[in-house]
């Protein structure tokens, strides 16, 4: 075997297989190609695979339903960890997000995969303001039950899990100028994040675990990036 081909082959065996959830949404493109660019490998579990944008190095697509236990377990062993970027479908009643939690659990529990991250919603901080309150028992208390159940499953599994909860979702460019806190919104937050930024620190996080088994605020900030881990 040549020397060009051991090499490709241990480069293989050392890069981090990510399986990514929610891949044809906004933040879940953003993840699967900030992990390629760092040198991940990255399976993306869709549903709608003609939805992604051409296939690039690095990067395979598998159809499949992420409610559907059997069809994770058989998927995901040789992976590192899962992060699901899912989000519910609009504001009315959905059970979607919680209904893939409980799949993913059962599968990873199924499986030698034990690092999961997650993003919820911020709406559940209890301690940010009268306008958040309103907003989870108003317009929001859909996607709000639905989120509440999926933390209560990702944090009861046993598993090796981050939640993040970002507020309201961008488009904008990756700035890495956001705050981070444990068990609340960071000090200075706009109420506002990229979904290039919630990428970022999901990939932070992954090859630098410092929020594990952890409900984490993540929003930009007007400086450059801080982190605070209050709980």
Same mark, same amino acid.
């Given at each position: ?66 409610? $559907? ?62 306008? $958040? ?99």
């Amino acid at each position: 075997m040549s020397a060009s081909k051991l090499e490709r082959e241990d480069l293989a065996r050392s890069r981090t297989k990510l399986f990514v959830l929610g891949a044809t949404g906004g933040t879940g493109r953003a993840l699967v190609e900030q992990a390629r660019q760092r040198g991940h490998l990255v399976t993306a579990f869709v549903r709608s695979p003609e939805k992604l944008d051409p296939v690039r190095d690095g990067v395979t697509v598998l159809r499949g339903d992420p409610r $559907n236990a059997d069809e994770l377990r058989a998927a995901l062993p040789g992976h590192d960890a899962v992060l699901s970027a899912l989000g519910p479908p609009g504001l009315g009643p959905t059970t979607l997000v919680s209904d893939c939690a409980r799949s993913t659990v059962a599968a990873m529990q199924a499986t030698v995969v034990r690092r999961l991250l997650v993003v919820g919603v911020a709406v559940l901080f209890e301690n940010d303001g009268l306008l $958040n309150a309103i907003a989870r028992r108003t317009f929001l208390r859909n996607v709000a039950s639905d989120s509440a159940e999926m933390e209560r499953i990702v944090s009861a599994s046993g598993l090796e899990w981050t939640i993040v909860r970002p507020p309201r979702l961008t488009n904008g460019v990756l700035t890495r100028a956001y705050g981070v806190a444990d068990g609340r919104m960071p000090p200075a937050a706009r109420f506002t994040i990229s979904r290039a930024d919630v990428a970022d620190f999901l990939l932070d996080e992954l090859e630098h675990p410092a929020h594990v088994r952890r409900i984490t605020g993540l929003a930009s900030v007007r400086r450059r990036r801080g982190v605070s881990t209050e709980t």
